[in-house]
């Protein structure tokens, strides 16, 4: 039989073929942060709040708009030390008329209480938040903070959850929460939840080289307020979009639009039913 060298070399194509097929396209995505750096981003988020209790509803609202800097303080070990402080912002309040007067807020205010108070976070290159500290906060946000447990990883959906491995678009990836929160001795919530990213695709957007990545999540929460003798218990689900800069290792801009549904079981008293709707955005600010 003759010895086919064109057939061989065939082969070897194909078998290299076969070898290089997952790594083609393929993308690490991973934050980049050197010691002094500072991103700055804006963020807006609006929140509609619809309470049901023995039949009657009531309808509130919030638009909450800030400026947020996040100056890396360390770099070392494969993780970076941040301190995120908030700029300016104000809220805004959509409260029905006849309880206004009860509660004493106005329609237009500013945050002052936590402009220029500062939250050290250290994360992961993957986005991963490792530990969340209050430094000079408010004392009673600062009590509430530090009860917070699960707050690293709420903080981790902030940055978004990169994957461990290389991706390509079309690939997804899972993060999985299942943490508890002390109510600063009022009671405990536990959360669990999934998150799965999908790689949509590359793109040349919002001036950057970006790896456009979307999130699906689904989140349930249950719990007790023991003061009050309340039990409560909820669901939710999200979405979003990250647009992560593949180059400079940044986030460029974040949106999710989320829908949540609790209910409030008070001892004796009834129930009352809570459904929140929610929309929030980042955007790096040159």
Same mark, same amino acid.
């Given at each position: 039989? &003759?010895? $086919?060298t064109?057939k061989? +070399?065939?082969?070897?194509?194909l078998?290299? *073929?076969m070898?290089?097929?997952?790594?083609?396209?393929?993308?690490?995505? $991973? +934050?980049?942060?050197t010691? *002094?750096?500072?991103?700055? +981003?804006?963020m807006?988020?609006?929140m509609?709040? $619809?309470?049901?209790?023995?039949g009657?509803?009531?309808d509130?609202?919030?638009n909450?708009f800030?400026?947020?800097?996040i100056h890396?303080?360390?770099?070392?070990?494969g993780t970076?030390?941040?301190?995120?402080?908030?700029?300016?912002?104000t809220v805004?309040? &959509?409260? /029905?008329?006849e309880?206004r007067?009860?509660v004493?807020?106005?329609?237009v205010?500013?945050?002052e209480?936590l402009?220029a108070?500062?939250?050290?976070?250290?994360?992961?290159?993957?986005?991963?938040?490792?530990?969340f500290?209050?430094l000079?906060? /408010?004392?009673?946000?600062? &009590?509430?903070?530090?009860?917070?447990n699960?707050d690293?990883?709420? %903080?981790?959906? @902030?940055?978004?959850?990169?994957?461990?491995?290389?991706?390509a /678009?079309?690939?997804?990836?899972?993060?999985e @929460?299942?943490?508890?929160?002390?109510?600063?001795?009022m009671?405990?919530? %536990?959360?669990?939840g999934?998150t799965v %990213?999908?790689?949509? $695709?590359?793109?040349?957007t919002l001036h950057?080289?970006?790896?456009?990545?979307?999130?699906?999540?689904?989140?349930?929460?249950?719990?007790?307020i023991y003061?009050?003798?309340?039990?409560?218990s909820?669901?939710?689900?999200?979405?979003?979009?990250i +647009?992560?800069?593949i180059e400079?290792?940044? @986030?460029?801009?974040?949106?999710g639009?989320?829908?949540t549904?609790?209910?409030?079981?008070?001892?004796?008293?009834?129930? @009352?039913?809570q459904?929140?709707t929610?929309?929030?955005?980042?955007?790096?600010?040159?």
């Amino acid at each position: 039989m &003759a010895f $086919r060298t064109d057939k061989i +070399y065939i082969a070897l194509l194909l078998l290299l *073929g076969m070898l290089g097929k997952n790594a083609v396209g393929q993308t690490t995505l $991973r +934050y980049r942060m050197t010691p *002094g750096e500072n991103l700055k +981003y804006r963020m807006t988020m609006s929140m509609n709040q $619809r309470s049901n209790a023995d039949g009657m509803n009531m309808d509130m609202g919030s638009n909450t708009f800030s400026i947020m800097h996040i100056h890396c303080e360390r770099a070392d070990s494969g993780t970076f030390t941040c301190t995120m402080i908030l700029d300016t912002g104000t809220v805004s309040l &959509a409260i /029905p008329d006849e309880i206004r007067p009860s509660v004493g807020l106005d329609s237009v205010m500013p945050i002052e209480n936590l402009e220029a108070k500062r939250t050290r976070i250290t994360f992961s290159p993957s986005g991963h938040i490792l530990s969340f500290i209050p430094l000079d906060t /408010p004392a009673t946000l600062n &009590a509430l903070l530090k009860g917070a447990n699960l707050d690293v990883e709420k %903080y981790t959906e @902030m940055f978004g959850g990169l994957p461990s491995k290389p991706v390509a /678009p079309g690939d997804t990836w899972t993060t999985e @929460m299942n943490d508890s929160t002390n109510l600063n001795g009022m009671g405990t919530m %536990y959360l669990t939840g999934t998150t799965v %990213y999908t790689f949509k $695709r590359i793109a040349d957007t919002l001036h950057h080289h970006c790896a456009v990545i979307g999130s699906a999540a689904t989140m349930n929460v249950k719990g007790a307020i023991y003061l009050q003798d309340v039990v409560v218990s909820g669901a939710g689900d999200m979405t979003g979009t990250i +647009y992560f800069d593949i180059e400079k290792g940044a @986030m460029v801009a974040s949106t999710g639009t989320g829908e949540t549904t609790s209910n409030m079981e008070l001892k004796g008293e009834g129930s @009352m039913k809570q459904t929140f709707t929610s929309s929030l955005e980042m955007v790096l600010i040159p």
